[in-house]
Antibody, heavy 119, light 115 residues
Framework: QVQLVQSGAEVKKPGASAKVSCKAS????????INWVRQATGQGLEWMGW????????GYAQKFQGRVTMTRDTSISTAYMELSSLRSEDTAVYYC????????????WGQGTLLTVSS | QAVLTQPSSLSASPGASASLTCTLR?????????IYWYQQKPGSPPQYLLR?????????GSGVPSRFSGSKGASANAGILLISGLQSEDEADYYC?????????FGGGTKLTVL
């Protein structure tokens, strides 16, 4: 079955970077986009950006431009989201989700990765 | 003003119907957008429910019961998620989403209580 399995929880200091992985299985990885969405505790959903896993093309939310980088390794069907210059407000659960190119998130989601930014 | 506005909470009784609204900011015409709806329960990722643009352009998520349906209220410039025959398991947070200005935008979410 289709699965997106994310890396485990991380604790980072302010100013550091964090890289979250999202390993896909059960489908052809390069046929679907991967989007990243985050959710602070008790808050709503916030879209961060998308990646065309076939071409590597990306699009980022304006809020994260310059701080986020989305990449992939097609040989191991894994997508990555790296967020730099971390601050306490980046403490959240980060989700990856797959979707057909240029469509909404109609597919599976990863289980989420808790990133805690604390000194 | 936010692009998408959802009431923060809604309560309804088991067996009743609940209408969850997602109001688009003034100047953004709901008729031109596909609205996606998601359900999220505590400790779990969101789950796709359905998308709705028009009666001829809509999609139900895989395995999503037909008692979840989408529509639009043109006069209110809003997308609507209707849940009929409410069950206790429908108690959750519900989010709407659209593609606007080259970005996916979520509403703030509605916490639905079934009591």
């Amino acid at each position: 079955q289709v699965q997106l399995v994310q890396s485990g929880a991380e604790v980072k200091k302010p100013g550091a970077s964090a890289k979250v992985s999202c390993k896909a299985s059960g489908y052809t990885f390069s046929s679907y986009d991967i989007n990243w969405v985050r959710q602070a505790t008790g808050q709503g959903l916030e879209w961060m950006g998308w990646m065309d896993t076939n071409t590597g093309n990306t699009g980022y939310a304006q809020k994260f431009q310059g701080r986020v980088t989305m990449t992939r390794d097609t040989s191991i069907s894994t997508a990555y989201m790296e967020l730099s210059s971390l601050r306490s407000e980046d403490t959240a659960v980060y989700y990856c989700t797959k979707n057909p190119p240029h469509e909404g998130f109609t597919g599976e989601w990863g289980q989420g990765t808790l990133l805690t930014v604390s000194s | 003003q936010a692009v998408l506005t959802q009431p923060s909470s809604l309560s309804a009784s088991p067996g009743a119907s609940a209408s969850l609204t997602c109001t688009l900011r003034s100047g953004i015409n709901v008729g031109t957008y596909t609205i996606y709806w998601y359900q999220q329960k505590p400790g779990s990722p969101p789950q796709y429910l359905l998308r709705y643009k028009s009666d001829s352009d809509k999609q139900q998520g895989s395995g999503v019961p037909s008692r979840f349906s989408g529509s639009k209220g043109a006069s209110a410039n809003a997308g609507i998620l209707l849940i009929s025959g409410l069950q206790s398991e429908d108690e959750a947070d519900y989010y709407c989403m659209i593609w606007h200005n080259s970005a996916w935008v979520f509403g703030g979410g509605t916490k639905l209580t079934v009591l």
